[in-house]
Nanobody
Framework: QVQLEESGGGLVQAGGSLRLSCAASRRYLSRYDLGWFRQAPGKERIFVAYISTDGGNRYYGDSVKDRFIIYRDNGKNTMYLQMNDLKPEDTAVYYC????????????????????WGQGTQVTVQG
C-alpha cells in the first residue's frame, strides 16, 4: 500500500502563496487518483482538490477555485498544491490522500472515497 507524506506548510501573510507537496513511498503513484483535503480546528475534513491518475482531470472545491492549482509529477511520485492569494479562512491542516488503485473516471470529492492518507501539514494564514 502506498504511503504519503506532506510537506511545505507554514505561516504566511494573507495574499501570499505556498506550495504543498505530497510524496509517495513507492513507485507507480500514477496508478492512483489523488486529492487534497483540509481540516480546521473543531471542523470536519473537507475537500480541496482532486486530480486523476494522468493529471488530465482536475476538480476544486468552491472556496479555493481560481486560487489553488493541483498538479502531479508521476515521474517523481509527487503531487503538489499551489496555493495563491491565501486568506485567513484557508488556515487548516492539509492532508493528501490516494484512492484505491485504478481510475474509475469519477471525480472523488469525499473522504470515504480515499483509502490512504498522509499525516497532514499545517498552513496558517495571518490576516
Amino acid at each position: 500500500q502506498v504511503q504519503l507524506e506532506e510537506s511545505g506548510g507554514g505561516l504566511v501573510q494573507a495574499g501570499g502563496s505556498l506550495r504543498l507537496s505530497c510524496a509517495a513511498s513507492r513507485r507507480y503513484l500514477s496508478r492512483y487518483d489523488l486529492g487534497w483535503f483540509r481540516q480546521a480546528p473543531g471542523k470536519e475534513r473537507i475537500f480541496v482538490a482532486y486530480i486523476s491518475t494522468d493529471g488530465g482531470n482536475r476538480y476544486y472545491g468552491d472556496s479555493v477555485k481560481d486560487r489553488f492549482i493541483i498538479y502531479r509529477d508521476n515521474g517523481k511520485n509527487t503531487m503538489y498544491l499551489q496555493m495563491n492569494d491565501l486568506k485567513p479562512e484557508d488556515t487548516a491542516v492539509y492532508y493528501c490522500a490516494a484512492a484505491s488503485e485504478g481510475s474509475t473516471g469519477v471525480v472523488r470529492t469525499t473522504v470515504p472515497q480515499y483509502t490512504t492518507w498522509g499525516q497532514g501539514t499545517q498552513v496558517t494564514v495571518q490576516g
